[in-house]
């Protein structure tokens, strides 16, 4: 058996990169806790050596965890050339990739009293905004995006168990997700779907104290025109998209849900969209209303 079978077959490599005060070391804590060998900074000439250790082991071993980002200094600009060489050989591998809002990291970064390591002598958000620039590609090729900006260290945690736990079943881990468009798209979101075709509820006085959890609110925009053929033909397109996420071995999806506020459509559908799906056999579902009490 070759070596790329041999990893293949019995080990996973994930990469865990993404922005400086993401949450890197708070992933890879997660991820050892949960039984991965994680390796924290390994420069990116290194990843097909160990990938390689790795699968001439005699013994089974835990899957393996690299943590790589900026701190490798020139090195990290080889890192997709690497991913690329990795992928050429079948081994089974993905990327994980830590995103967070300007405003979350400088906050970050300021708790801690530490400049961004690529702020130079210019500002946190100088810092922030060149990395941006170098990991655009990385982010656009990842296979696993998740946006930290509003999780704290437990709640991320929590995260990383659903989607990487070791014993779990082969099961697709579904977020939906409804927001407001007026506090911007949700960048962790991998299909998003727009509601404000529907009448907006927050127009009727007497509705317009409540939300899309409220069954008078749910009731209206459910039975607006169009609602139930919406969603009726949004889970038949689902489909064949989660299928093929579980084909290529893609653990998170997010479906984000959006109206203006967040606070009445979205959240009416999203709750309808999640207890459909729930009945499929193959999915895990959660829930999330991003920006319900924002108003």
Known sequence: MSTEQNLDRKHELLIVTGMSGAGRSTVGNALEDLGWYVVDNLPPQMLEPIA???????????????????????????????????????INLRVLFLEATDNALVKRFESVRRPHPLQGNGTILDGIAAERSRLLNLRES??????????????????????????????????????????GLPSDADMVADMRFLPNP????????????????SDFVLSQTGAQEFVSNYLAALKPVLNGYLNENKRYATIAIGCTGGK????????????????????????????????
């Open 264 to 295: 009445h459509r979205s959240v009416a559908v999203s709750r309808l969209i999640a207890a459909e799906l729930a009945k499929l056999d193959d999915v895990a579902i959660s829930i999330k209303h991003r920006d319900l009490g924002k108003e």
């Open 202 to 217: 927050f127009w009727q006085e007497s509705l317009r104290p409540f939300t899309g959890e409220d069954q008078p609110v």
């Open 52 to 90: 390689d250790l790795f699968s001439l082991a005699k013994t089974p071993l835990p899957r393996l965890a690299v943590v790589i980002d900026v701190r490798g200094g020139e090195f990290f600009g080889e890192l997709n050339d690497h991913l690329n060489s990795l992928r050429s050989r079948n």
């Open 142 to 183: 990842a296979d696993v995006i998740i946006d930290t900006s509003d999780l704290n260290v437990h709640q991320l945690s929590n995260k990383i168990a659903d989607g990487f736990s070791l014993d779990q079943t082969r099961k697709l881990q579904i977020t939906v997700m409804s927001f407001g468009f007026k506090h």
